[in-house]
């Protein structure tokens, strides 16, 4: 897991499609928030059960990447989701073994 970002004149919060999708092992996912804050970025199987915690820290407003490796999951159906203030969203992604 790793975050890399890109601090800017950012003006709406966003979540983007993970790339690639499908994936095996690893997908990128990528966000922006508009207004500095508390960010959780969480995966959860198709029965809601938490998979990965990628990110919950204060972060400023801009675009952000985290790597999501999936290597010691089973191939399936995976959500992650986003939650910055009053922001969520919520994306599907597909590994394939």
Do not use: C, H, W
């Not at 095996?24 to 804050?37: D, F, L, M, V």
């Not at 790597?67 to 919520?90: C, M, P, R, W």
């Amino acid at each position: 897991v790793g975050v890399d970002d890109n601090i800017g004149n950012i003006n709406t919060f966003e979540l983007l499609q993970n790339y690639p999708n499908p994936f095996n092992p690893s997908t990128r996912i990528q966000y922006s928030i508009a207004e500095p804050g508390l960010v959780s970025v969480k995966v959860f199987d198709v029965l809601g059960r938490q998979i990965a915690d990628l990110v919950n820290s204060q972060q400023s407003a801009g675009t952000y990447t985290v790597d999501f490796n999936a290597q010691n999951l089973s191939a399936g159906v995976y959500l992650y989701k986003i939650e910055s203030g009053s922001f969520q969203a919520t994306k599907k992604m597909i590994l394939l073994k």
